[in-house]
């Protein structure tokens, strides 16, 4: 199992940024990639952005040039840097970590979430 605990999450303006972090614990060494997910209220949760192991990454449309992934593996831990927050990036927050090799759920290991609110 992995265990994933999110935070960093807050009400920030319109402009602003946030950090968000993800520690990972448990059979860290079997995550292939982690991530992060969202949901706004009243719609489905979308990939934000997602790192590999060996530091490949993704970014939903929405996010690219705004936002960051990173990942300590030493630490086993992800960071979400989001810069240029708008108000239509609020959100719960959640860290994914995965497993591609038919290991854990299909859908991967999730934190609880972390809310994200960007004022106008």
């Known amino acids: 199992q992995v265990q994933l605990v999110e935070s960093g999450g807050g009400l920030v303006q319109a402009g602003g940024s946030l950090r968000l972090s993800c520690a990972a614990s448990g059979s860290t060494f079997r995550i292939d990639a982690m991530g992060w997910y969202r949901q706004a209220p009243g719609k489905q949760r979308e990939l934000v952005a997602s790192i590999s192991t060996g530091g490949s990454t993704n970014f939903a449309d929405s996010v690219k040039g705004r936002f960051t992934i990173s990942r300590d593996n030493a630490k086993n831990t992800v960071y979400l840097q989001m810069n240029s927050l708008k108000p239509e990036d609020t959100a719960v927050y959640y860290c994914?970590?995965?497993?591609?090799?038919?290991?854990?759920?299909?859908?991967?290991?999730w934190g609880r979430g972390t809310q994200v609110t960007v004022s106008s």
């Open positions: 994914n970590a995965k497993n591609y090799r038919g290991w854990g759920p299909p859908s991967g290991f």
